[in-house]
């Protein structure tokens, strides 16, 4: 069997000016062609980059409002619900919704959160890194009486100019705070009580203090009186 190797082979020197002409058009249109490409891929690269910067100011403009359990500082294991706006523009129309209703051991006193219009009404407006508190529940009294320890919550509102914004949802899970360990942590109230004491402590002494005084005046009396005649 007989192989036969074809080699093209191009004799530019028998090329005429037309044809010379044609391969530098050709060139210059495949050249002009990948300028195009590149310069459509970089369009669409600035294009992309302008649009995740227009979106990372827009989110970072964006109210975002957040609702919690913390420690309230002034009661000692008390439990207190916050809503805040965490954002960097105003909240409007804050809507607040939770799944079970709230109860709590302080709803005998008569004021029930889950009655409250911060629950029932909401909140008109929330400007940025403003704070709303209110007291939920007392620890050892909540564990005691078996109340629901896991909520679910729904976070509505609207931006500064009236568009609705997606809702948030949160996880308000008391147990993370069951069965941790912390020291010994005194706030106001217990100052009040130890200056209530203080005080009791004082006026029971000066009461003591005035007795004896009072006894004493008496028995020198008693004294003077029954001394011998002249």
Known sequence: M?????VLAVDFGAWTPDDWSALAGGASAVLTLFTVVIAIAAAAYAKQQVDLARQLREEQAQPFVVVDFADNPVMR???????????????KNVRITVDPPFSSTLDSA??????????????????????????FDTAPQRYAAGLPMKYT??????????????????????TV????????????????????????????AHGDLK????????????????????
């Open 2 to 6: 007989t192989h036969e190797l074809t």
């Open 77 to 91: 294991k008390g439990i207190d619900f916050v809503v805040e706006n965490m954002g960097q523009t105003l909240a």
């Open 110 to 135: 008569g004021f029930p959160l889950k009655d409250a219009p911060l629950m029932t009404q909401g909140i008109p407006s929330l400007p940025p890194g403003k704070k709303i508190t209110a007291l």
């Open 153 to 174: 919550a729904t976070v509505r509102f609207e931006d500064s100019h009236g568009n609705p914004q997606e809702p948030l949802t949160y996880i308000l899970d008391l």
């Open 177 to 204: 705070r069951h069965s941790l360990l912390y020291p010994t942590e005194y706030g106001l109230s217990d100052a009040a009580e130890a200056l209530r004491d203080i005080s009791k402590t004082f006026k029971e």
């Open 211 to 230: 007795n004896e005084v009072n006894r004493r005046r008496q028995a020198e009396s008693a004294d003077g009186d029954s001394g011998p005649a002249e």
